[in-house]
Nanobody, 128 residues
Framework: QVRLVESGGGLVQAGGSMTRSCAVSGRMFSSSVLAWFLQSPGKERDFVAAISWSSGSTYYKDSVKGRFTISRDNAKNTVYLQMNSLKPEDTAVYYC?????????????????????WGQGTQVTVSS
């Protein structure tokens, strides 16, 4: 069992920055993948970024490349999402998620249904 506890989030002005943290407890495997998703009202959860727990390889949604950075600190069992140059359209509830990616190709890391464990979700609001 994996538990994910998020921190950070809140209100920020357009063009500003914010860092989200996700504390991970429980057993992680070499094939574990951690990711961030967002969800806007009335919409499905949308992929933002993912990172391999073992290798640190990263994967991003096209619209956040160059603005967002996902990273992990294995010693602290924490995954981060650094968000820069925020836009009002980035406003959403952001979720941390984890899965064991055995047999799952990296191109499928954007599929929320494959993730087994989820954080509580935290609102990020970007004002214009």
């Amino acid at each position: 069992q994996v538990r994910l506890v998020e921190s950070g989030g809140g209100l920020v002005q357009a063009g500003g920055s914010m860092t989200r943290s996700c504390a991970v407890s429980g057993r992680m495997f070499s094939s574990s993948v951690l990711a961030w998703f967002l969800q806007s009202p009335g919409k499905e959860r949308d992929f933002v970024a993912a990172i391999s727990w073992s290798s640190g390889s990263t994967y991003y949604k096209d619209s956040v490349k160059g603005r967002f950075t996902i990273s992990r600190d294995n010693a602290k069992n924490t995954v981060y999402l650094q968000m820069n140059s925020l836009k009002p359209e980035d406003t959403a509830v952001y979720y941390c998620a984890a899965m064991t990616a055995d047999g799952i190709y990296y191109s499928d890391y954007d599929k929320w249904s494959l993730y087994d464990f989820w954080g509580q979700g935290t609102q990020v609001t970007v004002s214009s």
